[in-house]
């Protein structure tokens, strides 16, 4: 049976390996090591909740079998339960003490549990292990992912890939590595390959969905057409099971809000505000967190909440169970498709009324999920029939409050200097080759000009260089750039009073660092885009009193940047101004946006109580028009 089990689940037959391995414990039900093949193949399909059972019924039937402990420490590292992995391998490496892999995986879930100071000396113990095998490799280009060293994360998943050119997590794995090194069509090639081999692997479909947002040439249609196909793949058999929440529309309403960003977090700057100022008079606020590792951050969260839930260790069926018994009336997604989010939760329906909002405002793809939370400009009328949810219109499509201890806003730098610095404080992945050109456009335009970029990539010396060769090979001199890596997020602030102009990358715009930039004073162009991800920046501006700081297209992009840069008195008078702006308008009115909030929670929970009582909570497909 082992045999038959590798080499079908090898060559990606994933659907005759489960029937393979059902078939095989079915005729023999005390067969640890069959009961153990079929708990890792549920695993890896990611139904870890029947995977985990058929695993702890393998131990059952065996004590002593070290391939169990094995296999479920990896699912409960994946699960986020870095403790119960821990003790997994440690039970797994008393019985089979000479592998490596096990080792491996033992410090991996260490450096993974405990992140601190002595983290890099961890990573660098790790890598002085032999990794041979394709799974040791895997391992291995992990670990140089974490200390940033991306090239040779990459050579090591190749190394892996050689070995086992059908391994889908390698090809997963190096999609990642190449993502962080801003390589994304290549990213999204080998995320491609991964499901061509694995199509259920829903992690690495949501990958795909998030790298495409980075990606030229794709808009709203394709954007949502991806994301249903990802609804359809993954959606589990059986139908949807109706709710017994009391119809009543005056009622105090259960909010469940469901994240692994309950943390220092980008994504917390955004929903953070709302939850802590929502009226606990009309509202009972369960947080359900996938944080492992908390932070002073996660304990403000935690005292917000009338209900603290972990989700860490728990499957999607498992979670889904414990927020119908917890009644939520209205359950709302912080995540979308990004990394930790809990889609496969959300699919399951387990609340009446679900909404995907601010966390990562681009839609599902679930026909499960009713409502989207955004704005006229974020979603045109014209594309909101292509959306699986209803959009619904908030006055901007997130807020983003001060943050504590905020510096006061510099001076404007070209008013000392005389040479104006254009700046962008985004992820070096969003800055495309089509942002590179018109960014060296602009350069080339306004000659005595200069370019800051920041972001943790640049902390790597080759990333600094493929940059700076980008910019060369358009004829822009190295010394017109700068480029800044990993500060703390006090000197990140800081770091705005050396920019005059903000540049926003596209098609994926910014977001908190665009309303970082606002609130230290610093003015953003942006460019109208044909997606979510593309008009987020507008979406912004707009809200923030900015429209005028919009662009049509590339052109008009470069006439609003050079046209500033030459007024510079302009610029001084403007940059005091613009945190009253942001302070007074829809995005940076924290208190006004949760009102806003709280009343939208209030009419969609109204719309649900007047509708007819039906058990089918499935929607049909959304109507898919050009654009």
């Given amino acids: 049976m082992q045999a038959l089990y590798g080499g079908r689940y090898r060559s990606g037959r994933h659907g005759e390996t489960l029937a393979a391995c059902r078939r095989a414990v079915a005729l023999d039900p005390g067969n640890a090591d069959d009961r153990c093949n079929l708990g890792e193949i549920l695993v890896r399909l990611e139904r870890r909740g029947d995977g985990l059972r058929h695993l702890a019924e393998a131990l059952a039937l065996d004590p002593q079998f070290g391939e169990v402990f094995h296999k479920i420490g990896v699912s409960r590292q994946v699960l986020g339960d870095f403790d119960g992995a821990l003790v997994c391998y440690s039970r797994a490496l008393a019985l089979l003490p000479a592998s490596s892999e096990l080792q491996l995986l033992r410090l991996s879930a260490i450096i993974a549990a405990g992140p601190g100071q002595d983290t890099p000396a961890r990573y660098r113990q790790l890598l002085a292990m032999p990794a041979r095998t394709p799974e040791e490799l895997l391992v291995r280009g992990s670990a140089l992912d974490g200390l940033g060293r991306h090239a040779e994360a990459i050579a090591s998943q190749c190394k892996a890939l050689a070995l086992k050119p059908d391994a889908f997590d390698s090809w997963h794995h190096r999609a990642g590595s190449l993502a962080m090194m801003g390589r994304l069509s290549e990213a999204v090639r080998d995320v491609r390959r991964t499901l061509a081999i694995s199509p259920d692997y829903g992690s690495a479909h949501s990958n795909l969905i998030f790298w495409l947002d980075f990606m030229p040439g794709f808009d709203f249609a394709a ?197 104006v610095t254009f700046g962008c404080f985004n992820r070096a992945s969003k800055m495309t080759a089509a942002t590179l050109e018109v960014w060296a456009r602009l350069l080339a335009q306004v000659p005595p000009t200069r370019l800051l970029l920041k972001d943790r990539t640049f902390d790597d010396a080759g990333a600094r260089r493929r940059f700076a060769d980008a910019f060369a090979s358009r004829g822009v001199a190295p010394e017109r750039l700068r480029f800044l890596g990993t500060t703390s997020r006090g000197d990140h602030l800081v770091a705005h009073g050396q920019v005059d102009i903000a540049l926003d990358p596209f098609p994926a715009n910014g977001g908190v660092s665009t309303c970082e930039a606002l609130i230290m004073g610093v003015p953003v162009v942006g460019l109208l885009g044909r997606s979510a991800p593309s008009r987020s920046g507008a979406s912004l501006l707009s809200a923030a009193g900015c429209a005028d700081w919009v662009a049509r297209d590339a052109d008009e992009y470069i006439r609003i940047a050079a046209s500033w840069a030459g007024r510079i008195d302009a610029l001084s008078r403007l940059r005091p101004a613009l945190r009253r702006r942001y302070l007074a308008s829809p995005v940076g009115d924290a208190p006004t946006y949760t009102r806003a909030a709280e009343a939208a929670f209030r009419d969609i929970w109204r719309r649900w109580c007047a509708a007819p009582i039906s058990t089918v909570a499935r929607r049909p497909e959304p109507a898919r028009p050009v654009l």
């Avoid at 119809?247 to 953070?272: C, E, N, T, W």
């Avoid at 860490?312 to 939520?328: F, K, N, Q, T, V």
């Avoid at 901007?396 to 504590?404: A, D, N, Q, R, S």
């Fill in 223 to 419: 954007h949502q057409a991806e994301r249903r196909r990802w609804a359809r793949r993954h959606r589990p058999a059986g139908p949807p099971q109706a709710h017994a929440n009391s119809r009543d529309p005056q009622r105090m309403l259960r909010l469940g809000y469901v994240s692994s960003d309950f943390k220092r977090h980008s994504a917390a700057d955004i929903f953070g505000p709302v939850i802590r100022r929502h009226d606990r008079n009309r509202f009972e606020l369960y947080l359900y967190s996938g944080v492992y590792r908390e932070d002073e951050r996660t304990h403000s969260f935690r005292a917000a909440a009338t209900v603290w839930r972990s989700t860490l260790g728990m499957s999607a069926e498992a979670l889904a169970a414990r927020i119908r018994a917890d009644a939520i009336d209205i359950l709302i997604d912080l995540s979308g498709h990004t990394g930790g989010n809990h889609l496969p939760t959300f699919v399951r329906k387990p609340a009446p009324v679900q909404v995907t909002a601010w966390g990562h405002g681009t839609g599902t793809g679930l026909p499960e999920m009713d409502w989207f939370f955004a704005d006229p400009v974020l979603v045109p009328p014209e594309a909101r029939p292509l959306f699986a949810e209803q959009v619904y219109d908030l006055p901007c499509f997130i807020t983003c409050e001060l943050p504590e201890g905020m510096p006061p806003v510099e001076p404007l730098p070209a008013a000392t200097t005389g040479q």
